[in-house]
């Protein structure tokens, strides 16, 4: 039995909530959010509280259930307050140059890495070693983040490279000196 498929999410005053013909429509503040139930997964919307019950006990369904509650309360909490994820380059040299819709990466390689930012994210230096994703879909502004780390991974020994923020980068010693 899922414990986070029977919880009954809340619906902000500013967000709502419409359920037709299977598909799950969020509208909020900052946007609108759409989602397509399994045929297995039954939701109820009234009085600002949303309900998602399961009509088999079908193994996929059991599992769907917690998912489906967990994607509708991220697509509420997104619609009203909005996701982000901050990232920062260490490294000498190393720095962030967001122009438009690109993001440019100065990562130690011999050239320049340019990275599309998906439409529906923004991406807003706070210097040039960071910089903040910023969306409505937690999805796709993990995705991306994830991304922009993949262009250098930070490396255990001198910390190099692209880490979210407040990452732990576990660190490894180098070659000992032999006697």
Do not use: W
Not at 3 to 16: A, Q, S
Not at 105 to 127: C, D, F, Q, R, W
């Amino acid at each position: 039995m899922s414990r986070i498929g029977n919880r009954i999410l809340t619906v902000p005053e500013n967000v709502t909530v419409t359920n037709e013909n299977g598909c799950i429509t969020v509208k909020g503040p900052k946007g609108e959010l759409s989602l397509t139930l399994n045929p297995n997964i039954t939701v109820e919307v009234e009085d600002n509280k949303v309900k998602v019950t399961r009509n088999s006990d079908i193994k996929k369904t059991k599992q769907m259930h917690g998912t489906t509650n967990a994607l509708i309360a991220n697509m509420i909490k997104g619609v009203s307050e909005g996701y982000e994820k901050g990232l920062e380059i260490i490294g000498v040299g190393y720095r962030f140059n967001p122009k438009g819709k690109t993001l440019e990466i100065n990562a130690g390689y011999s050239h320049k890495v340019e990275l599309e930012v998906p439409a529906g994210l923004t991406v807003e230096s706070v210097s040039a070693t960071e910089i903040t994703v910023k969306g409505i879909d937690k999805e796709a502004v993990g995705k991306f983040a994830a991304e922009i780390r993949e262009v250098r991974k930070p490396e255990p020994y001198k910390g190099k490279g692209i880490r979210y923020k407040g990452e732990h980068v576990r660190r490894k010693e180098g070659k000992k000196a032999s006697k």
